[in-house]
């Protein structure tokens, strides 16, 4: 069984999935790469692509999104002229983030993912997972068209299998009441905005089954309160945990470093080097210093499928998507690749994003790909050095410090004076929320300007006597109060 660890109170959302101590899965958002997938909008349509049969939509981001004739629910025989015009405003959802030049991918048949089921308010039909069996399918959707009205469409998830109909209905009513306040806040919004956040907290607890997860820890008492209304069945199981981080095997700041890492070393001895590039990421397997000296023979095949194992995790930790090509050890016959391949796709088995194996090329490569959803945790988090190492981002370490200044909440410490890099405190203002450090964490806090130190240092912790004494003897450098 896993727990997940939520955190919310920082700028940066952060979900982790554990199981046997280790980290299976991890989510982030951060608003300086923000994580837009399955939100829904209120946008403005800009300008309709009637050669396309396509529009861009204004909806609040950098990049216009784009629609697709096909992403319109209404009057499937009409072109997309005659359904939308310019200017007019327009709910969407977003399917796939923003891509390098590439804008969203929007559409507007809108859905409300909840635990069991999918609500689509124009979807008309009741749909049940393939999975199920066929007494179940039917008892589902016998059910569930009871329920809907009109337009209404449901979809039933695998995790409804042997789940109880009050519960169902329960569900359903609840995602429809949200379908129903989302549309009533359309009439009070203006374009373009947000009206629904699918947060990594949700998407990460709608991942595993009921009986998957062990507990739900949150850093956040309020977020506890809205997650057990949201998920009732799961109430008893979701806790509110003040000082989060220290209830993980390792903090969040050695986690990230380690993902930067792109060599992964295993404990027999194998090493996976990790290189992403922009037209793919190329995985290389070394061999170190495991042997089989009874089946001497068989090594390589039996090297290659614990990397496989530990291949698979890895992509899902480091999100890494697109073409992805893996070099592994040169095995003494062809006839071996197939069991590698099926080792690799039974790794990648519960992995959330759609991979594809397309197997060994001649070379001996074998190539796969994975669905782009987001950017890989080195994207998001790192910087790559004229030395080509991955180090942390200047804003990587604005949400570090944001991180490690809450780790104060429960301190005996009056006040903090911290060295910081003049690059993080010009993105420490743009992007951290003043009022709420201040509300939250009760201390002085001071950052002196140090073109001395990467990201951050804690130069002082203590009172407000000893800060003083220290700012009295170094008039020279600048210090500021931040709160």
Request: aromatic share 8%.
């Amino acid at each position: 069984m896993v727990s997940l660890y939520i955190f919310d109170e920082t700028t940066e959302k952060i979900a982790i999935a554990m199981e046997d101590n280790q980290v299976k899965e991890l989510l982030i958002d951060r608003p300086d790469h923000p994580q837009q997938v399955g939100n829904i909008y209120l946008g403005k349509v800009e300008n309709i692509e009637k050669g396309l049969q396509a529009a861009f939509i204004d909806f609040g981001a950098e990049k216009k999104g784009f629609l697709q004739r096909k992403e319109l629910p209404f009057s499937p025989d009409k072109r997309i002229e005659s359904i939308i015009t310019e200017g007019q405003t327009l709910i969407v959802q977003v399917m796939k983030d923003a891509y390098e030049s590439k804008g969203a991918k929007l559409t507007a048949n809108i859905t409300l993912p909840g635990q069991h089921l999918i609500y689509l308010p124009y979807g008309r039909h009741v749909v049940v997972s393939k999975k199920l069996s066929a007494s179940i399918i039917e008892s589902k959707k016998v059910l569930l068209t009871t329920l809907r009205e009109k337009e209404e469409g449901i979809i039933v998830r695998t995790a409804a299998s042997e789940v109880e109909d009050d519960i169902l209905k329960t569900e359903f009513l609840l995602l429809q009441a949200q379908m129903n306040q989302l549309f009533h806040q359309v009439k009070l919004s203006k374009a373009p905005s947000l009206l629904f956040n699918d947060s990594v907290a949700d998407r990460l607890i709608r991942s595993y089954k009921l009986d998957e997860i062990k507990e739900i820890n949150l850093d956040s008492s309020y977020r506890s309160k809205q997650l057990k209304e949201r998920y009732p069945t799961m109430a008893k199981c979701i806790k509110y945990k003040n000082a989060l981080e220290q209830a993980l095997p390792t903090s969040m700041d050695q986690l990230y470093k380690q993902l930067l890492d792109p060599t992964v070393t295993l404990q027999n001895g194998i090493t996976i080097t990790i290189e992403e590039t922009e037209a793919m990421v190329v995985i290389d397997v070394n061999s170190g210093g495991f042997t089989d000296s009874y089946h001497h023979d068989k090594t390589y095949v039996k090297t290659n499928i614990i990397a496989a194992n530990a291949i698979a995790k890895q992509i899902r930790l480091r999100n890494l998507s697109g073409i992805i090509i893996i070099d592994f050890i040169n095995m003494k016959s062809t006839k071996d690749q197939p069991k590698l391949v099926q080792a690799l796709k039974k790794a990648l088995k519960s992995d959330r994003a759609h991979s594809v194996i397309y197997g060994f090329t001649k070379l001996g490569l074998l190539e796969l790909t994975r669905k782009r959803e987001a950017p890989s945790i080195a994207k998001l988090l790192g910087e790559t050095v004229e030395t080509k190492k991955i180090n942390y981002s200047p804003i990587s370490f604005v949400f570090s410090l944001e991180r490690t200044l809450y780790q104060y909440q429960s301190n005996n410490v009056e006040a903090l004076l911290i060295q910081v890099e003049p690059k993080v405190i010009e993105l420490w203002h743009q992007y951290i929320d003043h009022e709420k450090i201040e509300a939250n964490i009760h201390l002085s806090i001071y950052f002196e300007h140090s073109k001395g130190v990467k990201g951050f240092h804690i130069k002082r912790a203590g009172t407000e006597q000893l800060i003083d004494e220290y700012i009295e003897k170094n008039k020279d450098r600048v210090i500021d109060k931040l709160v």
